[in-house]
């Protein structure tokens, strides 16, 4: 039936969004090209059936309703399916703009962070908006607002020094406070600001 | 930047009854002194204060997160909150060179000295998250709304120039933003589409594509009163009981409702919207 | 998306404690950092303190054994570092905070009058500063325990009254608003849309 194609594709998206609410990071599944294409392929389809319905309606001298109520519904599922593919694009891109965020602005592609699974799971096109935005949030942290980290913790502060211990082996950090050595399971009151980052990424663990 | 930590310091020390407030709002910042309040009465406006700055900063913060439309930027004070944030992150720096060069000295006096320096840090890092969280939630607001964003400054139906809705920034930023978004949608979607159906902001079909602010949705207000307590303020009225609030009315339910001055209220958006404009009612 | 999902409509815990740490409270000092004269007119400079959120006046003149008031977030600093005791604040000893108990019990109809902030300074001052409190904090915990439950279960009794026009909700703190928040909203944000659906409908026939 026309329509089935793009309700598997929401059911996709809503996936995509309870994937995300129970995980701390986010993170992409693959991009169901084969799905996309063949909803447009529906929706080609759909375009010469509203053309034929509509000519019919033209030659049809008494009018019948029941060829305007066919172009109408037809009307409507190209509608519903363009809906559909804009939403699971529009939340797979939202998706982005946050991997983008957590991840500094840095290229999330090239820095490993979206691995090669992850960047295998988009598409050719998201791949470059991501660069872009990723880009765009460079940009943004730099000039006026540097000094105020756009892209850092957007957790209050509250303890601006804490006890953290080491998890993982991460080698020297330099911070105004002077060097440290960070060897596993040694502990440390540093600056929260200076290892954000490093909790963030499994290196040490506040306690 | 060209002050002189010596001359701060010694600015700081000449008098210890007036430390502090005044040298920021002195001299340096003078560009951006004045005041984002709409129609300040000139004699009455506080003297400008890092403090008093900072309280502005929140208020602006929590309205923003919970206000269901995109206020208009407080250029001025924000200019001064990222000029205040550069000098004292100098300022530290300097502090803390000093002890570096200190270390051999006295290591007692040392760890004392460090206790101002932490405080200050704390400080700073306060600072440093209320912008940050402001921006970053103003920049998710723009590309929310950025369809309608574009859609009202092209019919020219905005109440606040696009300038002074947002930030330089914000505007390159959503400028920038929905181009890039557009071409995705555009390369993955929108040109496999039949011509009628390829438009981004087609509002005519059975749901509308341009999202707009719901004005009309709840938010919690607290009811602050005017900025100057003394002054009259004609829109406040007293009720039997001696309490002071604002009349206003739910157009749709044709309900008129008093909102006592100190008091905490569940209303719509659009019913509080001037209140809040005028800065006699906060979001909280 | 810029900002993370569980900050798009309300706050978050940490950020309703930050709001209030930058509350006033007073402290009682065990240092002293207002210059003597000599010093004032030395060249020799200690640090100073200078903030850029919070009033550094009283900071720069503190007396060793005198109280004066800082924004709490300072207060909790200089306590964690051994340089002040807070002076707790008058609500929060075990016999008004009884009182409180009683009132909220008399009257099911009302909120006791607490402090804007009362739960999350409690909350605070117990973890960092229970040792400057006038009652063992394990008896204060019990009764800001009860008083927050009491009141809880009157919010979901007058959660019945939830509508489409407007709610009062006076001394309620902050806190307990943000808990509410989503529920809230969610609620009279439906029977809103609910009531103007009921009426447009009713337009639609008035017209026919």
């Known amino acids: 039936m026309y329509g089935d194609l793009a309700n598997k594709l929401v059911l996709e998206a809503k996936r995509i969004q309870q994937l995300n609410q129970n995980s701390s990071c986010d993170q992409l599944p693959l991009y169901q090209d084969g799905l996309v294409q063949n909803i447009l392929k529906e929706m080609n389809q759909l375009k010469k059936n509203a053309e034929i319905l509509k000519l019919q309606q033209e030659n049809d001298q008494d009018d019948s309703k029941i060829t305007r109520c066919q172009y109408f519904v037809t009307l409507l599922c190209m509608e519903r399916n363009k809906r559909c593919l804009m939403a699971y694009q529009k939340l797979r891109s939202d998706t982005l703009d946050s991997i983008a965020w957590d991840n500094d602005g840095l290229d999330a592609l090239s820095a490993g962070t979206v691995s090669n699974q992850g960047s295998k799971n988009l598409s050719h096109f998201e791949q470059e908006y991501l660069k872009e935005y990723s880009q765009l949030i460079t940009d943004m942290k730099s000039g006026d607002l540097a000094d105020i980290d756009l892209s850092g913790s957007l957790t209050s502060p509250s303890d601006v020094f804490i006890d953290v211990r080491v998890l993982k082996d991460a080698g020297e950090i330099q911070t105004e406070y002077g060097v440290f050595n960070l060897i596993k399971d040694t502990q440390f009151f540093v600056r929260q600001a200076d290892v954000e980052r490093l909790i963030r990424q499994g290196y040490l663990q506040k306690l | 930047m060209d002050i002189d930590i010596d001359d701060i310091l010694a600015d700081l020390d000449r008098d210890t009854t007036a430390v502090d407030h005044t040298f920021t709002s002195q001299g340096n910042d003078i560009t951006v002194l004045g005041n984002d309040e709409p129609n300040p009465e000139k004699a009455e406006v506080p003297r400008l204060s890092p403090v008093k700055d900072f309280d502005d900063l929140t208020t602006h913060w929590r309205n923003e997160r919970m206000c269901p439309e995109l206020l208009p930027y407080p250029h001025l004070l924000m200019a001064r909150m990222l000029r205040r944030v550069q000098e004292q992150m100098e300022h530290i720096e300097c502090l803390s060179m000093g002890f570096l060069d200190d270390e051999s000295n006295n290591s007692a006096q040392n760890i004392a000295n460090k206790l101002p320096l932490l405080c200050m840090e704390a400080d700073l890092e306060r600072l440093k998250f209320v912008l940050r969280s402001y921006i970053r939630c103003r920049l998710f607001k723009i590309d929310k709304q950025s369809l309608y964003l574009i859609q009202i400054s092209q019919t020219g139906d905005l109440t606040v120039p696009l300038e002074e809705l947002l930030s330089k920034q914000e505007i390159e930023y959503h400028q920038r933003h929905s181009a890039i978004l557009l071409k995705l949608l555009n390369s993955a979607i929108l040109r496999h589409m039949p011509p009628e159906l390829q438009a981004i902001d087609d509002n005519d079909g059975s749901v509308k594509m341009v999202e707009e602010p719901e004005l009309d949705s709840f938010v919690f207000i607290y009811v602050k009163g005017p900025d100057y307590p003394h002054k009259q303020d004609p829109m406040l009225e007293v009720n039997e009981e001696g309490q002071r609030y604002y009349p206003v009315t739910i157009q749709e339910l044709k309900e008129e409702v008093e909102l006592t001055i100190g008091g905490i209220y569940v209303m719509r958006y659009s019913v509080i919207r001037d209140l809040l404009k005028d800065r006699k009612v906060i979001l909280i | ?208």
Request: charged share 25%.
């Open chain 3, 1 to 208: 998306m810029s900002l993370p999902p569980n900050l798009q409509q309300s706050f978050s815990p940490e950020e309703i404690q930050f709001i209030v740490e930058n509350e006033p409270i007073k402290i009682f000092s065990r240092i002293t950092t207002r210059p003597s004269v000599r010093q004032r007119n030395s060249s020799q400079n200690s640090a100073r303190w200078k903030l850029v959120t919070a009033d550094d006046e009283p900071l720069n003149n503190l007396v060793a054994m005198q109280t004066t008031e800082v924004a709490l977030w300072v207060a909790l600093l200089l306590k964690q570092q051994g340089k002040c005791s807070i002076v707790a604040p008058s609500w929060l000893t075990a016999r008004q905070l009884q009182k409180y108990t009683d009132y909220e019990r008399k009257h099911p109809e009302r909120f006791s009058d607490l402090p804007w902030n009362w739960l999350v300074v409690a909350q605070l001052l117990f973890i960092k500063a229970a040792d400057d409190l006038h009652d063992p904090v394990h008896v204060l915990r019990g009764i800001v325990q009860d008083l927050r439950e009491i009141r809880l279960s009157k919010i979901s009794q007058g959660l019945k009254q939830l509508n489409e026009s407007h709610l009062q909700l006076d001394n309620l703190s902050l806190l307990e608003i943000n808990e509410l928040r989503p529920f809230i909203l969610g609620v009279m944000n439906k029977l809103k849309q609910v009531h103007s659906s009921l009426t447009t409908d009713q337009d639609d026939e008035d017209v026919f």
